[in-house]
């Protein structure tokens, strides 16, 4: 089933921005390289981070347009499995241990915490067993992590984001309103504002 033209144009921008918001870490980390020098371990490959997550989230866009933006629970974008979708959240948790290795990867326990989860994940996701609790563990050590080094609660707001997109997930698998597709996109790739707001809160007072 085709979407609407008026949904449509809600919806497809909505995914062009969670493409491109992650590029909103760029000028925070050229902005403030002294200060983020002295505060994380390697400060230069959070640009890849930044890689993986808009990757991710172009895998998505591409599910969507075979699924004609008109996600339900038969569609490989409301089920979660297919070979796109399976990129998808493999891009995404790769930018995230990415970006926590960046944070604090002088740490042994974070070394092998990152490649446990990158090498297990796809396991996970291809046998259906908790294939999103990779994601889940990666983005707890991030956000309570960035909170230990920036100190700014601000980055506690990536919790409500999470919730706020399972809410309307759910919301859209049970009545097929496509303006829940839209919100569940825009909560889902809005965490990493918050990211942007603790950096800059720190750095700059």
């Known amino acids: 089933m085709k979407i609407d033209a008026k949904m449509s144009a809600w919806i497809f921008p909505v995914h062009i921005y969670a493409l491109l918001v992650p590029l909103i870490i760029v ?3 050229i902005q403030n390289e002294s200060f983020l020098n002295e505060r994380v371990f390697e400060q230069d490959i959070i640009f890849y981070g930044v890689i993986f ?3 991710g989230s172009f895998f998505e866009v591409w599910q969507n347009h075979i699924d004609e933006w008109y996600v339900t629970d038969d569609s490989a974008s409301g089920n979660g499995y297919s070979l796109l979708d399976g990129l998808f959240s493999f891009s995404i948790l790769v930018g995230q241990c990415i970006i926590l290795y ?3 990867g002088n740490l042994s326990l974070i070394k092998y915490l990152c490649l446990i989860l990158i090498l ?3 396991i996970m996701y291809y046998k259906k067993i908790l294939p999103f609790l990779p994601l889940t563990i990666i983005g707890l050590a991030n956000t309570i992590t960035a909170y230990l080094i920036f100190g ?3 980055i506690f707001l990536q ?3 999470i919730a706020l997109t399972v809410i309307c997930f759910n919301k859209l698998i049970e009545t097929e309103n496509q303006f829940y597709h839209g919100l ?3 909560f ?3 965490g990493i504002i918050f990211l942007y707001l603790a950096i800059e809160l720190a750095a700059n007072g």
Do not use: G, R, Y
Request: glycine share 0%; hydrophobic share 60%; charged share 5%.
């Open 152 to 154: 700014q609660e601000v």
């Open 188 to 190: 889902a790739s809005s």
């Open 27 to 29: 000028p925070a980390i």
């Open 184 to 186: 569940t996109t825009l």
């Open 120 to 122: 297990v994940m796809p």
């Open 53 to 55: 997550l808009m990757a």
């Open 159 to 161: 919790f409500l984001t």
């Open 102 to 104: 960046a944070f604090i």
